[in-house]
């Protein structure tokens, strides 16, 4: 108990203890920003290594005929959502299990997140005696090995109660789960419920429209445009409901209560519940991942790096190529390791300390501690095909005929963003089409002329970002209205 019939007492005015104390802590927070910064702890940088993480170059299965088969290296798509079913490793779902959450998101690449493995169920024989999948085979649908370190982890579902659901629609959940169950088990139906019953039984082709049945429950996959907001942004929710045409009928009673009745198999799908495959349409996008993850060599490292420049979308390399310019302040071409480490972590490239070290040293031929960048990203630019080439002859011609000069300031007024792919896909708005090609030129001097061989430079750079002849043509057919 306290005393406080004493002769002495401090003064209201009197500091007790550190009188520095509210210094002293934000000294101590720098301190820790500062360690954690050059050690790669900060919540931003630990949360982008994630992201980078799922976000890996993946193989996809180059077909040698026209079917699916076992073991398939694929994505798939919703005709819905037009997003490809990828799985969140940084979402890990509240229950006892190890279970992952499930979405179908916007990709203009295969990822280790949207690159699934066709799997057979093989608690059952194999009736047909081929690695070809059939319309009613049982089946798995198994994430990419290289998400979860090589861990197995199955598409999932089972019978919606109140407490599992999905999150927002508070239908079937769906998840990718590690437990060996039939819960995992799905079949792929035909789209068209005329011929569903005769498809039966028949191989399923690479370019055919599925439903995807959940063996359980009986219900299809399914995605609608209900926005899921993660750390890769806005993608949309997946769950297990049959969407069907409400066509009018004397069973809807029996159906609102959940019964089949004889007209259900009858019924077209809604998009929601439509799905199609994606595999390599050309020999060099199947790959052996392995080297993906094996940072030993510097060959590996590159390759992981492209890689990434790719994911960063047409304007990749262009991005990367302006912030070592923005660096430069001698403007002689030439940056010191430290620059070239941050301006590499400033783009959004998830290098160790040592994994930069070994890049920067083998550009660093004379070990005076710094290199030309251009060297650098000429290790990334791709000569372009006499086709590639065309379109941007043709697109600077068409822009120097009606302008009658190319300046950044006349490509400003005649570029179409409203055709560009990225926009009709709905990925990006016109304006963030316009900001995106404005951002990445030279705005020092809006009227000065660009030359044929610097709007070459530019697209070089664009056309090293796009793996895909037919998306670069309609970049610059749609963009320029050619």
């Known amino acids: 108990m306290h005393n406080y019939n004493v002769d002495h007492k401090y003064k209201f005015q009197t500091r007790i203890g550190n009188w520095f104390e509210e210094w002293e802590l934000d000294e101590t927070k720098k301190k820790d920003y500062l360690k954690n910064r050059q050690n790669g702890q900060l919540a931003s940088i630990v949360k982008d290594t994630k992201t980078h993480f799922s976000l890996r170059l993946a193989s996809l299965t180059f077909p040698q005929d026209d079917y699916i088969?076992?073991?398939?290296?694929?994505?798939?798509?919703?005709?819905?959502?037009?997003?490809?079913?990828?799985?969140?490793?940084?979402?890990?779902?509240?229950?006892?299990?190890?279970?992952?959450?499930?979405?179908?998101?916007?990709?203009?690449?295969?990822?280790?997140?949207?690159?699934?493995?066709?799997?057979?169920?093989?608690?059952?024989?194999?009736y047909y005696g081929d690695d070809v999948l059939h319309y009613g085979q049982h089946f798995r649908i198994v994430?990419?090995?290289?998400i979860s370190n090589n861990k197995t982890f199955y598409l999932h579902s089972l019978p919606q109660t109140p407490t599992r659901c999905a999150k927002i629609s508070r239908k079937q959940e769906v998840c990718a789960i590690e437990s060996d169950v039939f819960n995992t088990v799905w079949k792929f139906e035909h789209a068209d419920p005329k011929i569903r019953f005769e498809m039966e039984g028949q191989p399923i082709r690479s370019d055919d429209t599925v439903l995807i049945k959940h063996s359980f429950t009986q219900h299809w996959l399914a995605s609608d445009d209900i926005v899921y907001q993660n750390d890769f942004g806005r993608e949309s929710e997946v769950f297990v409901h049959s969407y069907q045409c409400l066509n009018k009928t004397q069973n809807l009673i029996a159906e609102k209560e959940g019964r089949t009745t004889i007209d259900i198999p009858l019924r077209n799908q809604e998009p929601q519940n439509l799905w199609r495959f994606q595999v390599a349409r050309k020999q060099n996008?199947?790959?052996?991942?392995?080297?993906?993850?094996?940072?030993?060599?510097?060959?590996?490292?590159?390759?992981?790096?492209?890689?990434?420049?790719?994911?960063?979308?047409?304007?990749?390399?262009?991005?990367?190529a302006k912030i070592f310019m923005e660096m430069d302040e001698n403007k002689n071409g030439v940056v010191e390791y430290n620059d070239f480490k941050w301006g590499l972590r400033n783009f959004g490239l998830t290098l160790s300390e040592d994994e930069t070290k070994m890049i920067f040293q083998t550009f660093d031929k004379n070990g005076n501690g710094r290199i030309e960048f251009n060297e650098f990203l000429d290790a990334f630019?791709?000569?372009?095909?006499?086709?590639?080439?065309?379109y941007v002859q043709r697109a600077y011609a068409s822009i120097e005929q009606r302008a009658g000069k190319v300046t950044l300031e006349t490509m400003g007024?005649?570029?179409?963003?409203?055709?560009?792919?990225?926009?009709l896909k709905g990925y990006k708005t016109e304006r963030q089409v316009f900001q995106d090609f404005v951002s990445h030129w030279n705005k020092s001097n809006p009227d000065r002329v660009i030359s044929f061989q610097e709007f070459g430079e530019f697209y070089q750079d664009v056309s090293s970002s796009v793996q895909q002849d037919e998306t670069f043509e309609a970049i610059l057919k749609k963009s320029w209205n050619l």
Not at 95 to 122: D, G, K, M
Not at 285 to 302: A, G, P
Not at 415 to 423: F, L, Q, R, S
């Open 413 to 423: 007024r005649l570029i179409n963003a409203k055709e560009h792919p990225d926009v």
């Open 69 to 126: 088969h076992f073991g398939f290296h694929l994505m798939l798509q919703n005709l819905k959502t037009q997003g490809y079913l990828s799985i969140d490793i940084q979402e890990k779902l509240k229950i006892q299990e190890e279970a992952y959450n499930i979405t179908t998101a916007q990709t203009t690449q295969p990822t280790v997140r949207s690159v699934f493995v066709i799997l057979p169920y093989t608690k059952e024989p194999n």
């Open 143 to 146: 994430a990419n090995p290289r």
């Open 381 to 390: 630019r791709l000569q372009m095909s006499d086709k590639r080439l065309y």
């Open 285 to 320: 996008e199947q790959f052996d991942e392995s080297v993906m993850d094996d940072n030993r060599n510097v060959k590996n490292l590159m390759i992981r790096v492209k890689q990434q420049i790719t994911g960063k979308g047409a304007y990749g390399l262009r991005g990367l």
